[in-house]
């Protein structure tokens, strides 16, 4: 160490002088000192006379600014909310908050269907045959030369073309001859298929009612994600110490799945769902997804699977065929090489560009306004109509959204640093 | 030696071809069988809707009303196809005047004839660079100079004094519209891609609004459809650039941390939030920002809005063709000794912007789908007048029909875009010897 400490290539040229800044035109450090002042003076300038003139027309239009609004009482009909919500007594902040909710409800669960509709069609495009390659080709094609409000108005106006309550169709009943006798003979008891119902009143889904019994088989699965964590970290522990894997999968087969059903067993194993059912001209019972979440998650995904299977596709393709044979011939398994070889490095590649793709999802869920859905977007909208309060109103959908896509990167960023190549 | 040229005869041929792609193995033997039989009955289905069941023409009643009875017949079997008959003008052209629809056909084709001449590399080369062109081209700008400035005075005088000034006002338009043309005559020859671009956007802009050479006038407020889509995106585009290039350098700017700084938060602030809250702000917050009195026409503040959200996007595009040009360049300008923006303009930028050009189309096919957003904000493009168009009563229930239409044309724009690009991409990977 000391060594290398005494060195000379090693220790620091010594730093050029300090010179003082002349005034001077001649002096580069002066003049960019002065552009600066320059710039931002003008910049300023510009700011300050919008917030002049904005300040006078609120003055000359009587609208308050702040945002005190936040605490009076919102009025507006919300369709969809997670959170208990009476429009007659709930705030403005209360409203938005809801928007909020929806917002992240109909993104999070986008993100995870347009990873996994992406990933499939992103390896379609790769397949070996080639009626799938060209037919997902197409797909992503298509995908991504229409405009996303086009998809979703077009999928909006097809879930209100679906017949009303009293004649909505079963899921079941949709699929033809023989798929629809497999899928009966396999659901049938659980009057699952038949309990799924689609209707221009929303979709409706079996729901399972919680029951104390479902308490303990989640705890047992808790419990069984815990132990096959800690049988993976043994596993490591063993196999750098021996060179010898200790077989993973039929552990975490044990106690992921073997574990709960067991307890599920256990309590005779209850299965009580609830089923939506026609009464009068709407039904009870079952979960709800209306058809304006419905039409715009479907848009969303869809839409973004287009280009997450293009990230994935070029993934893939990045990780050269050189990698696989060297793996191979190491003696790792197809698995194994997937796992350790290729996949580490695919992500690599496509983690900056899946990330942008989130940002996308997210801030695409605006769109949300135009078919009716209530996101943040859609009541900020209305707050701003009613209160008159412009700036705060955008204030408002602006800091959510910067809020958002900033949790997002942050958290992608981590998750980069975490899977980079560690470098010289 | 013949046998080694020529492959065996079971490698090659259709049979084989078959056998490799398409039943390589029972699994892909499966996916095909599966997938012939899923696409034939989608397509066949499709072909009796479309097609064969469609119902291309509708009787109209003595008040010109279409009668839709047997459109709504035939709905779930066969297409409405005449709803695009009745409706097509409108959808195109929006209510710009019936019978001065010839303009925005006319300005579609010019858009259409701008971006293909973009593609010809001949174009974007440097012209007739001699100080004869360059004087033609600074009269002319002299000239348009010179009226803006007889207008200034003019206004000054009116609001400040309330006194007319005795200036030659019509003369001065006169030499305003000649040296309009003499400067684009001369970018055409020193610069012929900024030549046809400034020309072609000039003319474009002639055509929609009129009230000179004798075409009549017609108001923002009576544009509509497809040459809105064309003029949001494309004249979005021209104006970011400059912009973008502007706020790349100074992200990338060592010597101005206060610049930097500024176009950080300027691009990251804005590619933090979604369009239509720039949108919004565009159409609810901007006529706040103005002094009372001055009225921004709706068109021209989501033009303003797409130019900064534009901006931010492409100035990141640019910003990635400076860093991959390596720093031995910058090196060797400096070396050279020349001045920042000698070395800017004629070392860094002509290679950088090459690099980006692929990316650039991409973005831009981006810009002209989000161009569909002005809907929410209520201004009548493309997509917003297959609305208007389904609004009539007769043909509420034909959407799916307007819907495909429209998908057809965006398609047509954005597929022609991104081959283009795409094969940029492969000439410069070949170019780069990968």
Redesign the interface.
């Known amino acids: 160490m000391s060594a290398t400490a005494a060195d000379p290539r090693v220790t620091a040229a010594r730093k050029a002088p300090k010179r003082r800044m002349r005034v001077s035109w001649s002096d580069?450090r002066f003049r960019?000192l002065v552009?600066?002042f320059i710039?931002?003076g003008i910049?300023g300038g510009i700011v300050w006379y919008?917030v002049f003139?904005?300040n006078?027309?609120?003055a000359?239009r009587h609208i308050a600014t702040g945002f005190a609004f936040l605490h009076r009482v919102a009025g507006i009909p919300i369709g969809e909310s997670m959170i208990s919500y009476e429009p007659s007594v709930d705030t403005y902040g209360r409203a938005l908050w809801i928007g909020v909710l929806n917002t992240l409800k109909v993104a999070g669960i986008g993100m995870v269907l347009a990873t996994i509709l992406g990933t499939l069609i992103g390896i379609g495009r790769l397949?070996?045959?080639?009626?799938?390659a060209k037919?997902t080709g197409f797909y992503v094609?298509?995908m991504?030369?229409?405009?996303?409000?086009?998809q979703l108005?077009?999928w909006y106006?097809?879930l209100q073309g679906l017949p009303a309550p009293r004649q909505a169709w079963r899921v079941a009943e949709l699929m033809d001859g023989a798929t629809f006798h497999l899928f009966h003979e396999t659901f049938a008891n659980w009057q699952f298929g038949s309990g799924m119902l689609l209707s221009n009143r929303g979709s409706r889904i079996p729901i399972l009612n919680w029951e104390p019994a479902d308490n303990w088989i989640l705890a047992a699965f808790v419990v069984g994600a815990i132990g096959t964590f800690l049988w993976n970290g043994h596993a490591n522990r063993r196999q750098e110490a021996t060179g010898i894997r200790p077989k993973v999968w039929p552990v975490a087969f044990g106690l992921l799945l073997v574990l709960p059903l067991a307890v599920w067993a256990g309590f005779g194993a209850p299965l009580n769902f609830e089923i939506p059912t026609l009464r009068g001209f709407n039904f009870q019972g079952g979960g709800t997804i209306s058809p304006e979440y419905f039409a715009l998650l479907l848009g969303l995904v869809l839409y973004t699977a287009g280009y997450i299977a293009e990230i994935v596709r070029s993934g893939i393709q990045a990780v050269a065929q050189g990698q696989w044979e060297a793996a191979g011939a190491l003696g790792l398994r197809r698995g194994a090489i997937l796992r350790h070889i290729v996949l580490p490095q695919a992500l690599r590649v496509v983690i900056p560009p899946m990330t942008s793709q989130y940002l996308n999802l997210t801030?695409?869920s605006?769109?949300a306004?135009?078919i009716g859905y209530q996101d943040v977007?859609s009541i900020a909208?209305t707050t701003?109509n009613q209160t008159g309060q412009?700036?705060e109103?955008?204030a408002v959908?602006?800091a959510v959204?910067?809020t958002i896509?900033?949790s997002i990167s942050l958290f992608m960023n981590w998750y980069n640093a975490h899977i980079a190549l560690v470098g010289r | 030696m013949s046998d080694r040229t020529q492959p065996p005869a079971g490698l090659v041929g259709p049979i084989p071809w078959l056998r490799k792609?398409?039943f390589?193995s029972w699994i892909?033997t499966a996916?095909?069988l599966l997938?012939?039989y899923l696409?034939a009955k989608i397509v066949i289905a499709l072909f009796a809707w479309g097609v064969v069941n469609a119902i291309w023409r509708v009787p109209y009643n003595q008040n010109g009303i279409a009668q839709t009875a047997i459109c709504q017949d035939a709905k779930g079997l066969g297409a409405c196809w005449a709803v695009i008959g009745d409706k097509y003008r409108l959808i195109l052209f929006g209510r710009f005047p019936y019978d001065e629809q010839w303009r925005p056909a006319i300005v579609v084709v010019l858009f259409v004839a701008l971006f293909v001449l973009s593609t010809i590399k001949a174009v974007w080369r440097k012209g007739i660079v001699s100080p004869a062109v360059r004087y033609i081209a600074l009269a002319g700008a002299g000239l348009i100079l010179l009226d803006n400035l007889a207008g200034l005075l003019e206004t000054i005088a009116a609001v400040g004094f309330g006194q007319h000034l005795p200036l030659p006002f019509d003369l001065l338009a006169i030499l305003n519209t000649v040296g309009k043309c003499l400067l684009i005559a001369g970018l055409l020859l020193l610069w012929p891609a900024i030549g046809v671009w400034v020309g072609t956007l000039a003319l474009i802009l002639v055509l929609m609004f009129g009230g000179i050479l004798g075409l009549a006038p017609v108001a923002v407020d009576y544009w509509g459809g497809l040459p809105i889509t064309l003029i949001l995106a494309t004249f979005g585009l021209a104006f970011a650039f400059p912009i973008a290039v502007l706020v790349a350098l100074g992200r990338r700017s060592t010597?101005?941390?206060?610049?930097k700084m500024?176009c950080v938060v300027y691009v990251e602030?804005i590619?933090?939030?979604?369009?239509?809250?720039v949108l919004?702000?565009a159409s609810?917050?901007f006529?706040?920002?103005?002094?009372?009195g001055i009225n921004v026409d709706k068109l021209l503040r989501a033009q303003i809005a797409v130019i900064l959200f534009a901006a931010a996007y492409l100035a990141e595009v640019v910003r990635g063709g400076l860093q991959a040009l390596p720093k031995g360049q910058t090196e060797a300008a400096d070396a050279m000794g020349l001045s920042y923006w000698q070395k800017t303009a004629f070392i860094i930028l002509p290679q950088a912007l090459r690099l980006v050009i692929p990316p650039l189309v991409n973005t831009f096919?981006g810009f002209f789908?989000?161009t569909?957003?002005v809907?929410?904000i209520g201004l009548f493009d493309l997509?917003t007048m297959g609305?208007i168009a389904l609004s009539d009563p007769p043909w509420q229930s034909f959407?799916?029909e307007v819907?495909i239409t429209?998908?057809a044309i965006?398609?047509v724009f954005?597929?022609g875009m991104?081959r283009y690009s795409r094969g940029l991409e492969q000439e410069l990977n070949k170019a780069r010897g990968r």
């Open positions: 580069p960019a552009w600066q710039i931002l910049v919008l003139n904005t006078k027309n609120l000359a397949s070996g045959n080639w009626l799938m037919l094609e298509v991504r030369d229409i405009p996303l409000l086009l108005l077009f106006t097809a801030k695409n605006s769109l306004v135009a977007v909208n701003l412009a700036v109103g955008i959908i602006m959204f910067l896509s900033l | 792609n398409l390589g892909s996916i095909t997938l012939i696409i010597q101005l941390p206060a610049v500024l602030l590619r933090g939030v979604p369009l239509i809250s919004f702000m609810v917050m006529p706040l920002f103005m002094p009372p096919i789908k989000d569909s957003l809907l929410i997509l609305k959407s799916t819907y429209l998908a965006y398609i954005c597929y991104s």
